[in-house]
């Protein structure tokens, strides 16, 4: 077999793409992909591609190739799918349920989609089942989803997934069995468009509904927040170096540091302090180049806002950002790191100052951690 890539010519991705409305054809998705580019008057911007249902070649990592197809077959329309640079990515991680059958479904659903709105004066019909999508959502460190926010009555939120980024099914029932066990600092839910998240009380319920899975979630009360005005005094840092006067700084004039300092500690790395820190190195390391990063920083920036870690030196419980209220955004300005540090411009809500926007660099260690240095007095061929 050929690991030669069998790539679509320019005129069956605009075909399919067109054929899709420019939408993902991935269930419950429908995210329009093309629009104008802040780049130039005439400029678009595209986050959409052609994907191929039988892999383009029997290369490393090819999923779904078939042998029997000829090169004109897989870089035929009939293999082309349009989806979302997020879903194009996200077939490939599990070929058995994403066979080529699945795929060609969709397909087709989503183009009979497509052909109905324009029977019907444009407006994209949508099965009755499917939410609409409009939040990414964590439930504790390993489930991460696309879906919606339904509903809260007092401290009961109704959430619906409409499919998962990180996790599974098995991932819920597996958070259920363990919750007790696990560390508050893990018990969570986070909403990316609220900009906030909850300690859960107990054990999330759950049902499937149509592709998708209802949760209903009894949540602890919002943890409270330090104003601003009120926050302890640290040593001034420059680029993350105590600076030569060690000046020192308190109050509103920390906000920037407190949130670049947390952001840039890789979470794990204080032995002493296990939940402290981000995972924002780990989620650079494994999603740079896609459009998954700055919505899971903005999740990661939510935990560390609304969910308190336990500190056992201190023996008490703190919001890792101590006055953020909530997130409003969290934008990443280049990927490109500068002595490994990652500009960004946020927005949150602060206690005691309200909305607050400031340009950070944020550190990105190595992920996965380099392994500590063997000592001089011990060789590897000893060990």
């Given at each position: 077999?050929?690991s ?56 490393p ?64 019909v ?59 600092g893990d ?65 509103v ?52 806002a ?64 380099a ?13």
């Amino acid at each position: 077999m050929s690991s030669e890539r069998d790539d679509f010519p320019r005129p069956v991705k605009s075909a399919v793409a067109l054929r899709a409305g420019y939408a993902c054809s991935f269930p419950g998705c429908h995210q329009l992909t093309v629009g104008p580019s802040d780049e130039a008057p005439d400029a678009v911007a595209c986050i959409g591609e052609a994907a191929h249902i039988s892999a383009a070649s029997s290369g490393p990592g090819a999923r779904r190739y078939d042998p029997a197809m000829s090169a004109e077959e897989r870089k035929s329309i009939a293999n082309a799918i349009w989806l979302c640079a997020n879903h194009a990515r996200y077939i490939d991680r599990d070929e058995a349920s994403y066979t080529t059958e699945v795929i060609r479904g969709w397909k087709r659903d989503h183009e009979g989609r497509i052909k109905a709105a324009l029977a019907s004066g444009g407006l994209l019909v949508t099965d009755q089942d499917e939410s609409v999508i409009s939040d990414m959502i964590s439930l504790g460190p390993d489930i991460i989803a696309v879906g919606s926010l339904q509903g809260m009555q007092a401290s009961k939120w109704s959430v619906h997934i409409s499919h998962f980024v990180t996790g599974s099914i098995n991932s819920l029932v597996s958070f259920g069995e363990s919750f007790d066990s696990r560390s508050p600092g893990d018990r969570y839910l986070l909403l990316d468009s609220f900009g906030d998240g909850r300690v859960l009380a107990i054990a999330p319920s759950w049902a499937r509904r149509g592709t998708g899975v209802d949760l209903a979630i009894d949540v602890l009360p919002r943890f409270t927040r330090t104003a601003a005005q009120d926050l302890g005094t640290d040593l001034r840092l420059d680029n993350g170096d105590i600076t030569p006067a060690g000046d020192l700084i308190s109050g509103v004039a920390r906000v920037p540091q407190l949130v670049e300092t947390v952001l840039g500690t890789r979470r794990g790395e204080s032995a002493s302090a296990p939940e402290f820190g981000s995972r924002l190195s780990e989620y650079y390391a494994l999603y740079s180049g896609t459009p998954w990063l700055e919505r899971l920083v903005k999740l990661e920036i939510v935990r560390m806002a609304a969910i308190p870690s336990f500190d056992p030196m201190l023996q008490m419980e703190y919001t890792q950002l101590q006055c953020v209220d909530r997130v409003l955004s969290a934008q990443i300005l280049s990927e490109d790191l500068t002595n490994r540090r990652l500009p960004m411009h946020i927005a949150l809500e602060v206690a005691g100052l309200g909305r607050w926007e400031h340009d950070i660099k944020v550190y990105v260690s190595e992920y996965p951690p380099a392994p500590p240095p063997i000592p001089p007095s011990i060789s590897a061929v000893g060990l």
